[in-house]
């Protein structure tokens, strides 16, 4: 049976590596902060995203066009957006200021879980605000896309612990988790293109203008860099066989890609009235 020692040191962090570390995170934290503020100061807080449920008014089966749609809640789209940043940025503030030992510890065990809580909350936040900015309203598909992309941040983390050590003695990589969340997480984007894809091609249905679908594409590229970055750690070809440096990826990558996501939807939020 095969058995696990999270605890073991596996990775060289020396004092000048982490101070860099320390300082990146802290760099991204502000920008962050920034990002967050800006959104709030120049988005329309007016406009929201509405979120529905739907009653079929009657037994399984019922015709579609008995039931009732009615609007819950709204969600407001320039708050939402800056959450987005604002959460980013505490987490990278807690890792520099307040958690940093820890933070050492954990890279010093090829693993970083402030990391994955982080995306958790982050990242779920993000997916459901592009579901309801595409179009998805319903209440039960937002809570359904949320608790994806969860379990796709939560088989990251699996990937990351099952591999930081029992991979110093076997010299290979179980990837299981790494595709087990590639299915979880793939599961909101076909949520969100398959829908738009029907209402195209329905009898006199008009699609968005084109660069909409290129603004859809960009927002899976960026969105899913994370995952690249950790399938290329875990392949271990140049720069990325230093763990470390699949860890500096993700403080860019935190600040980068997730900059582009943000602004991006945020833009709806100027779209004139």
Not at 110 to 136: C, D, H, K, P, Q
Not at 236 to 256: C, N, P, Q, T
């Amino acid at each position: 049976m095969t058995t696990f020692e999270f605890d073991r040191e596996v990775v060289t962090l020396t004092d000048e590596r982490a101070s860099k570390l320390r300082k990146l995170n802290l760099g991204a934290g502000v920008l962050h902060l920034v990002t967050g503020i800006a959104m709030i100061v120049l988005g329309n807080l007016d406009f929201d995203l509405p979120v529905s449920t739907f009653n079929i008014s009657g037994p399984p089966g019922t015709d579609l066009s008995n039931g009732v749609l009615n609007e819950q809640f709204g969600i407001p789209l320039a708050i939402g957006v800056a959450a987005f940043s604002l959460l980013s940025a505490f987490f990278h503030f807690l890792i520099a200021i307040v958690v940093f030992p820890a933070y050492k510890t954990e890279l010093r065990r090829g693993r970083n879980r402030f990391r994955w809580v982080e995306y958790s909350l982050s990242s779920t936040l993000m997916i459901v605000l592009i579901g309801a900015t595409t179009g998805i309203t319903d209440l039960a598909a937002l809570i359904a896309l949320g608790f994806a992309n969860i379990s796709m941040i939560l088989f990251g983390w699996i990937m990351e612990m099952v591999n930081s050590t029992d991979n110093v003695e076997r010299k290979t990589v179980w990837w299981s988790p790494f595709w087990m969340g590639c299915i979880a997480g793939i599961g909101p984007w076909l949520a969100i293109v398959i829908p738009l894809w029907f209402n195209v091609n329905e009898e006199g249905g008009e699609g968005p203008p084109g660069f909409v679908y290129g603004i859809i594409v960009s927002i899976f590229f960026f969105f899913n860099t994370f995952a690249i970055n950790q399938w290329l750690q875990y392949r271990g070809k140049g720069r990325w066989a230093d763990y470390l440096h699949g860890e500096r990826v993700y403080i860019i990558l935190s600040f980068v890609a997730k900059s582009v996501l943000a602004w991006q939807i945020f833009g709806n939020t100027l779209i004139p009235d």
